[in-house]
């Protein structure tokens, strides 16, 4: 089941909030296990979304498996292959160059799309003596996009954890925004029910 969430609790989060009414309504619908959704501001001209979801699983043990990148189609089935082409090590950075494909449909158009991405995996916050939350960001190569980023932040929640899934997206095909972010708010709490339900069947 999917739900939206209002700005506020998504712009604050849900850690070290004063359980007011509207957060208390937001934890027990995550605890059932409810999607939340959040369309955002895309300047791009795409669309953009937040969604949040609760697994009942540690995410020191949420890790491995998220960033296992081959595995990304058993997540979201509109991704049919995946693929790691190295890893980058600079003086300043370091960062895994991804290769993916995927198939969607627009109306009554199904197309194929590619893209190449920098994946950059932070395992803590960058404020000293901010507690340890785990983030990827996915940036824009190259592809059949005309912009693409994506966040994937973990954090501690009730016995398990918190994952917020944000995206942007203007593909080349000539779409609407509209069109791409109702896609996505379609698209994203089937595919987040997904990846928990495979996340939790390798506990």
């Known amino acids: 089941m999917v739900i939206s969430a209002d700005r506020e609790t998504f712009r604050t989060g849900l850690s070290g909030l004063a359980l007011d009414q509207p957060a208390l309504a937001t934890h027990a619908s995550l605890l059932k296990g409810q999607v939340l959704v959040d369309p955002q501001y895309c300047p791009h001209g795409g669309g953009a979304v937040t969604a949040q979801m609760y697994v009942p699983i540690d995410k020191t043990r949420?890790?491995?498996q998220l960033t296992n990148y081959s595995r990304w189609p058993q997540f979201f089935p509109n991704i049919t292959h995946s693929e790691v082409?190295?890893?980058?090590?600079?003086?300043?950075?370091?960062?895994?160059?991804?290769?993916?494909?995927?198939?969607?449909?627009?109306?009554?158009?199904?197309?194929?799309v590619e893209i190449y991405l920098r994946?950059?995996?932070?395992?803590?916050?960058?404020?000293?003596g901010a507690a340890s939350?785990?983030?990827i960001q996915f940036r824009f190569e190259s592809g059949t996009f005309a912009h693409f980023a994506a966040d994937l932040d973990l954090q501690d929640f009730h016995e398990g954890t918190l994952l917020t899934y944000s995206?942007?997206?203007?593909?080349?095909?000539?779409?609407?925004?509209l069109f791409i972010e109702q896609a996505m708010r379609y698209?994203?709490?089937?595919?987040?029910?997904?990846?928990?339900?495979v996340l939790c069947a390798h506990r």
């Open 167 to 177: 995206v942007s997206a203007k593909p080349l095909i000539p779409v609407p925004g």
């Open 85 to 112: 082409l190295e890893t980058v090590k600079t003086s300043s950075q370091r960062y895994r160059r991804l290769y993916q494909v995927g198939r969607k449909g627009f109306l009554m158009l199904t197309a194929q």
């Open 133 to 135: 939350r785990p983030r």
């Open 187 to 197: 698209d994203l709490p089937g595919n987040m029910e997904q990846m928990r339900r």
């Open 119 to 128: 994946v950059f995996e932070s395992l803590c916050d960058d404020a000293v």
């Open 62 to 64: 949420l890790w491995p």
